[in-house]
């Protein structure tokens, strides 16, 4: 077995969290504080006391959802495993997720807190500690407290107490549950609460792309720097978006090479605007540097109108508008690589695949809070362009100008937005959330330090 140098592994900001002699240990902190690859490490650290013995030793590993345990947690303890160089002396399974010393049986166990009963009713045993990663994903500590008790009553005979380490990235929000529950546990005895940032690295992780990554968002926009990369809870404002970051241009720049056009559709026809996006994307290796370009917008809305389109009518201008953005000069032969929509609309989704064969995608939406964060990751790396069509001045950028928070809201920990002519808002948080990866847009299943 390699020796593993700590101090060379471990920023000295962890130190209090490495030696902690508390049952309980919050760790917060923004994008590449390496917080989570110090819990991974430390775990196997302590699994190492009792495995070099010959004894058996337990940790759980916890997500709120169970599917992104494979990409995430499962990954990131094998990590641990070789750089301590042991790697070879586990077996890991993935039906179901476990992580199994040869020799003394002792397991890494992982589970997703949505199927909470598979996860109440196995008797594990020899538990030494418990980690939940990206807590914030958690619906509230009640969701703790329901499994704390059961691996509490699991624990090895000879240890004081079962550890817990809690790890999660800081809500934007203030009033967001886990902030204020975090800021109220920093009064109790038992809990350690940690905070850390890129700035804390003296070892080198964070690399000099890296930190150029960070200093474009930075300048960009200062307040979304702050609440990505120093995890602070920078609160909301008024205005969802900063205007500044939607970059006028006259035409797509012809050394921009377009890689693929995507089509995102919010409809609402009988009762609101129906609206339909064309964006394209620039092609680059890395998804992270691609840019989005607005080429143009449909709009229609029944306001004000005795008769009101029908889906039937309303597919045959979304597919016109299609065909009349496939005929633009920068779009021609470019694939068409997505056409997102709201998940809530059946019937101009079934009347556009029975009239043309196209399927749109639903997308899988989420709180409102996650999705325009998405959105806002984008503007803030400058990557978001529109074309001055009478369109996407009328509707795209005045929607956007009047997107505002809802201020009864904005106290609580599942903030609202104003529901008034916000569909191209909409439309394009469609696109950014269902097109993510294709963005490199690294979401809260996916951000590990």
């Not at 009792?50 to 997500?63: D, L």
């Not at 817990?164 to 609460?193: C, G, H, T």
């Not at 505002?404 to 439309?427: F, G, I, Q, R, Y």
């Amino acid at each position: 077995m390699k020796v593993m140098n700590i101090q060379k592994n471990v920023n000295p900001n962890f130190k209090s969290v490495w030696t902690s002699k508390k049952p309980y240990n919050i760790l917060k902190g923004g994008r590449n504080s390496f917080k989570s690859s110090v819990i991974a490490l430390l775990l196997v650290y302590k699994m190492l006391q009792f495995t070099s013995k010959g004894k058996k030793a337990n940790v759980v590993v916890i997500r709120k959802v169970g599917n992104t345990i494979r990409d995430s947690v499962y990954n990131k303890i094998q990590w641990s495993l070789s750089k301590f160089g042991i790697m070879h002396q586990f077996n890991p399974t993935v039906s179901p997720f476990k992580i199994v010393h040869k020799k003394t049986g002792s397991t890494f166990y992982f589970y997703g807190q949505d199927d909470f009963q598979k996860l109440k009713s196995n008797d594990i045993g020899n538990i030494i500690a418990v980690w939940y990663e990206e807590a914030a994903e958690f619906k509230d500590a009640e969701e703790f407290d329901q499994s704390n008790v059961t691996f509490m009553r699991q624990k090895r005979e000879d240890v004081p107490f079962v550890q817990f380490f809690w790890s999660y990235n800081p809500p934007r929000n203030p009033y967001n549950w886990i902030n204020e529950w975090a800021e109220q546990m920093k009064a109790q005895i038992d809990y350690l609460v940690h905070e850390s940032s890129y700035l804390d690295d003296v070892l080198g992780f964070v690399t000099d792309q890296m930190r150029n990554d960070i200093n474009r968002i930075k300048e960009n926009d200062y307040d979304y720097y702050r609440y990505l990369y120093l995890g602070e809870a920078v609160g909301l404002g008024t205005n969802v978006y900063n205007m500044d970051l939607f970059n006028l241009v006259e035409e797509i720049p012809d050394d921009e090479r377009i890689g693929f056009v995507y089509f995102a559709c919010d409809s609402g026809h009988q009762q609101s605007a129906t609206t339909v996006l064309c964006l394209a994307v620039t092609s680059d290796d890395k998804p992270e540097n691609r840019k989005v370009y607005l080429v143009d917008t449909y709009y229609y809305s029944p306001k004000g109108k005795v008769r009101k389109k029908a889906p039937s009518e309303l597919s045959h201008d979304v597919k016109s508008f299609e065909k009349t953005m496939m005929q633009h000069e920068r779009l021609n032969n470019i694939i068409i690589r997505n056409r997102t929509i709201d998940s809530a609309e059946g019937a101009l989704r079934n009347q556009l695949f029975r009239d043309y064969n196209d399927r749109w995608h639903p997308v899988k939406k989420l709180k409102k809070i996650a999705m325009t964060e998405f959105v806002q990751s984008v503007l803030a790396q400058g990557r978001f362009f529109y074309l001055p069509t009478k369109n996407n001045i009328r509707y795209f950028i005045e929607e956007h100008k009047r997107y505002m928070w809802d201020e009864d809201s904005v106290l609580n920990d599942d903030p609202k937005v104003v529901k008034e002519d916000d569909h191209t808002c909409d439309a394009l948080q469609y696109f950014v959330v269902d097109n993510r990866r294709d963005l490199g847009l690294k979401g809260r299943d996916s951000n590990w330090n």
